[in-house]
């Protein structure tokens, strides 16, 4: 079911994700990588981010670093080589990437990897990993606990996981105003614009599903993650949890 969907909505991705944050899944990427506080020379996995927002952020952020440094002599030590990963299980959402990563002039940027993988099963390294992010994916998984003890696996010691997610309002009346977006607006919208009242309709219910703040931060926690922590984003509409491993 989730492959069909995300193979339906590909095409549409940034439209979905327009649809079921009232656009604002642009600022919630942004704080996301400004958390993970991106450097030069490291080795990041990006899971479930097939259409690459996060990673080019990611990447504009590092080159960012990389103008200002360059302009210092002293700096002469960040030449080492950036490797950012993109990971996603569904073909059809990495090639969304590849065809943004060409349209943005990266196409032959070799910072930029894409693999088809299973959160759940990644076929990277032990300790391999300076970073980690799934952003809008994790509720989609099947077993939670497999693709934190991935995440756990495959990053350094020091290195930091972060997860941004569709979560649940904290604030009674944001609670009760999205339930009546979600559920209301939402589905009716994907079939008026894409013609896939189904697919909107469960990415509406996957969010239900997904554990609370708490709940999801203990699961976090139990992986093996330290200093794990969460902070709400427009009163728990969105949430964002880290942890680090140590």
Request: hydrophobic letters at 40%.
């Amino acid at each position: 079911m989730v492959g069909k969907v995300f193979s339906n909505v590909a095409s549409n991705y940034d439209l979905m994700n327009d649809f079921m944050s009232a656009g604002l899944h642009r600022l919630w990427k942004d704080r996301l990588v400004s958390e993970l506080s991106p450097f030069p020379g490291m080795k990041h996995l990006d899971v479930a981010g097939g259409t690459g927002d996060v990673a080019f952020r990611i990447l504009e952020s590092i080159k960012s670093i990389r103008r200002r440094t360059l302009q210092d002599p002293l700096n002469d030590g960040l030449q080492e080589e950036t490797q950012i990963f993109v990971c996603d299980i569904n073909p059809n959402m990495l090639n969304v990437g590849k065809k943004r990563a060409l349209e943005r002039g990266l196409g032959e940027d070799k910072s930029l990897t894409w693999v088809q993988g299973d959160a759940e099963a990644l076929c990277f390294e032990d300790n391999s990993m300076d970073g980690y992010t799934i952003a809008f994916g994790i509720r989609n998984v099947t077993h939670i606990e497999k693709v934190l003890a991935e995440a756990y696996r495959v990053l350094k010691r020091g290195g930091r996981f972060l997860c941004l997610e569709l979560s649940h309002a904290e604030i009674p009346v944001f609670k009760e105003l999205y339930d009546f977006y979600s559920f209301s607006v939402i589905p009716p919208l994907g079939e008026l614009v894409a013609g896939d009242r189904e697919s909107y309709q469960y990415l509406v219910e996957s969010i239900r599903r997904f554990p609370p703040q708490e709940k999801f931060a203990s699961m976090i926690a139990d992986a093996g993650f330290q200093k794990v922590e969460y902070e709400n984003l427009v009163g728990g509409v969105v949430a964002i949890h880290s942890g680090i491993k140590i």
